[in-house]
């Protein structure tokens, strides 16, 4: 017994060594010609191997190096896809028992370069090439014995993508994006074949990336963690910079639904108002700091299906908030004497942060304001919390306070039809009342304006600034003077 067990095992050892002495034996670079003819002819796309065809023996793999790939229906932008070198290996033994036990897979080097034509088309379109008649002629029996035979099983223990580069240009629109040194470490990878479609497949995965830019966006250092089983993709440890302000996520994607179904949450704790201004509008109009609180549900789909599913909170809360170019108090003092004065421009900054205030679109603003533009606000406190449900926004605890004037808004946007649901802008008292108050009511692009009766002397022509031309201003029936209802009673202090 003793001896047939050391005979079995010299059998295996002489057919592994033989094996071996084979791979090593084969020059796999004079087959170049005919992989690339290969590709060709089964892909469309025209394969070039400049480098080197590589075996090694521990673990049993093949290396190819400087891959280049082309379209060669088009004139310029052929070439899609260069690969410094791609490297397979498997472990022998599992070969024996039918079983395809993949040590690794890595691809160094990748660069990726796709272009979208100003008819619409890809750089990586290709005529599907024909079926060779010989396949189509094939008998009806061997079509059915396919069927029937099973793949082998399949493992494969990791696979690494190090140091990648994605450029995208669409000439039409003339917009691009990068995507910069991109490493991808995936581990423990299954696949259970008795489950269907993304049910059956598992790993865990880690990425890094340098750096995404896409127009005047950047975002930098990128990692996170990613693991998939039964079609549900679990998010970890999302970080990124964007603005020198960290930010962290969380979240979930399920691939089981018809439609993906989305959960997110994400916080930037100091998000750096000043950078943001010189990076992104091109001009040093803020300063100061705000956090960021997000948490959505979604599916995802067209335009239309993510407004309608989209749930959750945003709030933004910052102290010492400075808008260079505006002088919010002077602008409030002026409700008094103004005849053209917007109580929107002030909305823009609660409902859109400090930043709503750039988007004003006042054809005169000093016309409007006296002068008030070219001094400075701060905020000593800008809070905006909204809570949506299937595409109603609820501005549910909205406001910001100067040293002198406090301003709150409330109501519910609805981001489905683009319309306000009873908007009201308020400057408040110290009872929490409003002295001054509007209502937008209408579309996002073409509002009415209700005005309460202590300022329909004074106010004639609102909510020009924000929204484009207001289509009017309706004045509310006369009330006789009562004890005042609070307009407002959220976390923003009277100063």
């Given at each position: 017994?003793?001896?047939?067990?050391?005979?079995?095992?010299?059998?295996?050892?002489?057919?592994?060594?033989?094996?071996?002495?084979?791979?090593?034996?084969?020059?796999?670079?004079?087959?170049?010609?005919?992989?690339?003819?290969?590709?060709?002819?089964?892909?469309?796309?025209?394969?070039?191997?400049?480098?080197?065809?590589?075996?090694?023996?521990?673990?049993?793999?093949?290396?190819?190096?400087?891959?280049?790939?082309?379209?060669?229906?088009?004139?310029?932008?052929?070439?899609?896809?260069?690969?410094?070198?791609?490297?397979?290996?498997?472990?022998?033994?599992?070969?024996?028992?039918?079983?395809?036990?993949?040590?690794?897979?890595?691809?160094?080097?990748?660069?990726?370069?796709?272009?979208?034509?100003?008819?619409?088309?890809?750089?990586?379109?290709?005529?599907?090439p024909s079926t060779p008649k010989a396949e189509k002629e094939a008998p009806k029996q061997e079509k059915s014995e396919a069927k029937e035979s099973t793949l082998p099983k399949v493992n494969i223990s990791e696979v690494r993508l190090k140091n990648a580069n994605i450029n995208f240009e669409d000439l039409k629109t003339k917009s691009k994006a990068t995507v910069q040194d991109i490493n991808v470490a995936i581990d423990n990878i299954g696949y259970d074949a008795s489950k269907k479609g993304l049910n059956a497949l598992s790993f865990e995965?880690?990425?890094?990336?340098?750096?995404?830019?896409?127009?005047?966006?950047?975002?930098?250092?990128?990692?996170?963690?990613?693991?998939?089983?039964?079609?549900?993709?679990?998010?970890?440890?999302?970080?990124?910079?964007?603005?020198?302000?960290?930010?962290?996520?969380?979240?979930?994607?399920?691939?089981?639904?018809?439609?993906?179904?989305?959960?997110?949450?994400?916080?930037?704790?100091?998000?750096?108002?000043?950078?943001?201004?010189?990076?992104?509008?091109?001009?040093?109009?803020?300063?100061?700091?705000?956090?960021?609180?997000?948490?959505?549900?979604?599916?995802?789909?067209?335009?239309?299906?993510?407004?309608?599913?989209?749930?959750?909170?945003?709030?933004?809360?910052?102290?010492?908030?400075?808008?260079?170019?505006?002088?919010?108090?002077?602008?409030?003092?002026?409700?008094?004497?103004?005849?053209?004065?917007?109580?929107?421009?002030?909305?823009?900054?609660?409902?859109?942060?400090?930043?709503?205030?750039?988007?004003?679109?006042?054809?005169?603003?000093?016309?409007?304001?006296?002068?008030?533009?070219?001094?400075?606000?701060?905020?000593?406190?800008?809070?905006?919390?909204?809570?949506?449900?299937?595409?109603?926004?609820?501005?549910?605890?909205?406001?910001?306070?100067?040293?002198?004037?406090?301003?709150?808004?409330?109501?519910?946007?609805?981001?489905?039809?683009?319309?306000?649901?009873?908007?009201?802008?308020?400057?408040?008292?110290?009872?929490?009342?409003?002295?001054?108050?509007?209502?937008?009511?209408?579309?996002?692009?073409?509002?009415?304006?209700?005005?309460?009766?202590?300022?329909?002397?004074?106010?004639?022509?609102?909510?020009?600034?924000?929204?484009?031309?207001?289509?009017?201003?309706?004045?509310?029936?006369?009330?006789?003077?009562?004890?005042?209802?609070?307009?407002?009673?959220?976390?923003?202090?009277?100063?």
């Amino acid at each position: 017994m003793k001896k047939l067990l050391i005979g079995i095992v010299a059998l295996f050892a002489f057919i592994i060594i033989g094996l071996v002495i084979a791979i090593s034996m084969v020059n796999l670079n004079k087959y170049k010609p005919q992989i690339e003819q290969a590709v060709k002819e089964h892909s469309g796309y025209e394969l070039k191997i400049n480098g080197d065809i590589g075996t090694s023996f521990s673990p049993i793999g093949i290396s190819i190096e400087n891959v280049i790939v082309k379209n060669p229906e088009i004139k310029s932008k052929q070439e899609i896809m260069a690969l410094q070198k791609i490297g397979v290996a498997v472990e022998l033994m599992p070969l024996l028992s039918k079983e395809i036990k993949v040590k690794y897979i890595t691809l160094n080097n990748l660069s990726l370069d796709i272009t979208k034509f100003k008819n619409g088309k890809f750089n990586f379109e290709v005529t599907q090439p024909s079926t060779p008649k010989a396949e189509k002629e094939a008998p009806k029996q061997e079509k059915s014995e396919a069927k029937e035979s099973t793949l082998p099983k399949v493992n494969i223990s990791e696979v690494r993508l190090k140091n990648a580069n994605i450029n995208f240009e669409d000439l039409k629109t003339k917009s691009k994006a990068t995507v910069q040194d991109i490493n991808v470490a995936i581990d423990n990878i299954g696949y259970d074949a008795s489950k269907k479609g993304l049910n059956a497949l598992s790993f865990e995965a880690n990425t890094q990336i340098k750096a995404v830019i896409f127009n005047q966006y950047k975002i930098k250092d990128i990692s996170v963690d990613l693991d998939l089983k039964d079609a549900i993709a679990n998010l970890k440890n999302l970080k990124l910079t964007m603005y020198d302000s960290l930010a962290t996520a969380k979240g979930k994607l399920d691939l089981n639904k018809k439609v993906p179904y989305l959960e997110i949450e994400a916080d930037v704790p100091d998000f750096k108002l000043a950078n943001f201004s010189k990076e992104y509008i091109k001009k040093d109009i803020l300063s100061g700091s705000v956090s960021v609180h997000k948490k959505f549900t979604l599916s995802l789909g067209d335009m239309n299906t993510i407004k309608r599913t989209l749930n959750g909170v945003a709030i933004i809360d910052g102290k010492d908030v400075g808008i260079k170019g505006f002088d919010l108090d002077k602008i409030l003092s002026g409700y008094d004497k103004a005849k053209n004065v917007d109580l929107t421009d002030v909305g823009a900054s609660l409902v859109a942060g400090p930043l709503g205030f750039l988007l004003s679109k006042s054809s005169d603003m000093s016309g409007i304001y006296g002068g008030a533009n070219s001094g400075t606000t701060l905020l000593k406190h800008l809070h905006i919390e909204t809570k949506i449900a299937k595409g109603i926004a609820d501005l549910s605890d909205v406001a910001m306070a100067t040293g002198k004037n406090r301003v709150a808004i409330k109501g519910q946007l609805n981001l489905i039809n683009e319309r306000f649901l009873n908007v009201q802008l308020g400057v408040l008292e110290a009872n929490n009342c409003a002295k001054f108050s509007q209502t937008i009511e209408g579309t996002f692009s073409k509002p009415s304006v209700k005005v309460d009766e202590s300022m329909i002397s004074t106010v004639t022509n609102m909510a020009t600034s924000l929204f484009g031309k207001i289509s009017g201003v309706v004045a509310p029936a006369k009330k006789e003077n009562k004890k005042c209802s609070v307009f407002y009673n959220g976390v923003v202090k009277q100063p």
